[in-house]
């Protein structure tokens, strides 16, 4: 059993900051790629970030160079940090991560961002 928990959403004005942390617990010795994902209101869920276990990272074209993702390996934890924040970043972020070719999700995390 793999449990993957966000936390560090929030509501903030625009071009604010957030950071957003996400850590693998249970059955897991090692988490391979992690990712990041949001979903808007009436919107399909889309790939926000990715890390790989090396920690390189890749960006949807939209958050490029206002969004970092990193990672600790040591504590299978991974980070969105969230700069220049817009109103269209609106939207629940999701934490994904793979253990043993698996997909794991955790539940969701809010972010809103006021104009």
């Known amino acids: 059993q793999v449990q993957l928990v966000e936390s560090g959403g929030g509501v903030v004005q625009s071009g604010g900051s957030l950071r957003l942390s996400c850590a693998a617990s249970?059955?897991?010795?090692?988490?391979?790629?992690m990712a990041w994902y949001r979903q808007a209101p009436g919107k399909q869920r889309e790939l926000v970030a990715t890390?790989?276990?090396?920690?390189?990272?890749n960006y949807v074209d939209s958050v490029k160079g206002r969004f970092t993702i990193s990672r600790d390996n040591a504590k299978n934890t991974v980070y969105l940090q969230m700069n220049s924040l817009k109103p269209e970043d609106t939207a629940t972020y999701y934490c994904?991560?793979?253990?043993?070719?698996?997909?794991?999700w955790g539940q969701g995390t809010q972010v809103t961002v006021s104009s």
């Open positions: 249970g059955n897991v010795f090692k988490v391979n790629a």
């Open positions: 994904m991560g793979v253990v043993y070719g698996v997909d794991y």
């Open positions: 890390a790989t276990s090396s920690g390189s990272g």
